[in-house]
């Protein structure tokens, strides 16, 4: 129950970040809506994917700083 709500608000998240990417709300939205689909992708053992959001939420807080 709790990952299909985590993962919805990633989903969500995810459509609306690009439109703000460029001001610090929305790479804190990005990087909050990847950090929420990890525990789906940790339960589907689709650890690619689980690496893949590490490294987004690595390049946004890169790119914050």
Do not use: C, E, H
């Not at 439109?19 to 940790?42: M, R």
């Not at 490294?55 to 700083?65: A, T």
């Amino acid at each position: 129950m709790i990952v299909n709500l985590l993962s919805w608000f990633g989903a969500i998240g995810l459509m609306v970040a690009p439109f703000i990417i460029d001001t610090l709300a929305g790479k804190l939205l990005a990087s909050a809506s990847l950090l929420s689909l990890i525990p789906q992708t940790l339960q589907k053992r689709a650890y690619n994917l689980t690496l893949l959001n590490i490294v987004g939420i690595v390049g946004y807080f890169w790119s914050i700083f």
